[in-house]
């Protein structure tokens, strides 16, 4: 009985070492996962700082405004009288064939709405 009860506990103890050891080599993974998912989220978060400097640099007034006298020298700024107030658009009652057919047009499908 107590032979048993070595063979049992040695037996026990190599299926727990070879757990943990399994355990480590999981963590261990999710670890390398993890740092390669920040690694990521940082050339990202880089590429986005990149845009937005562009986007701030493309959109500055004093440039626009040497682009629109360059190619747009007839544009003058809008009038008060040329606005008006929004009035709301009533909503378009459509049929089930024509949501799909433009849905299907949308999604470059053929649809009806394909044709010229």
Same mark, same amino acid.
Not at 68 to 82: C, E, H, R, S, T
């Given at each position: *009985?107590?032979? !048993?009860?070595?063979?049992?506990? !040695?037996?026990? +103890? *190599? &299926?727990?070492?070879?757990? &943990?050891? @399994? ?5 261990? #993974?999710?670890?390398? =996962?993890?740092? #390669?998912? #920040? ?27 040497? +682009?629109?006298? &360059? ?14 107030? !929004? &009035?709301?658009?009533?909503? =378009?009652?459509?049929?089930?064939? @024509?949501?799909?057919?433009? $849905? #299907?047009?949308?999604?470059? $499908? ?7």
């Amino acid at each position: *009985m107590n032979s !048993w009860m070595r063979v049992f506990s !040695w037996g026990f +103890l *190599m &299926l727990a070492m070879a757990g &943990l050891y @399994t355990l480590k080599l999981n963590v261990k #993974d999710m670890q390398d =996962q993890i740092a #390669d998912l #920040d690694s990521r989220i940082a050339q990202r978060q880089e590429s986005l700082h990149v845009l937005k400097a562009e986007m701030a640099y493309l959109t500055r007034p004093e440039r626009l405004s040497t +682009l629109q006298k &360059l190619y747009f020298p007839d544009m003058k700024p809008v009038a008060g009288q040329q606005m008006t107030a !929004w &009035l709301p658009v009533p909503p =378009q009652q459509r049929s089930a064939p @024509t949501l799909l057919a433009s $849905r #299907d047009s949308f999604h470059g $499908r053929g649809g009806m709405g394909d044709m010229p």
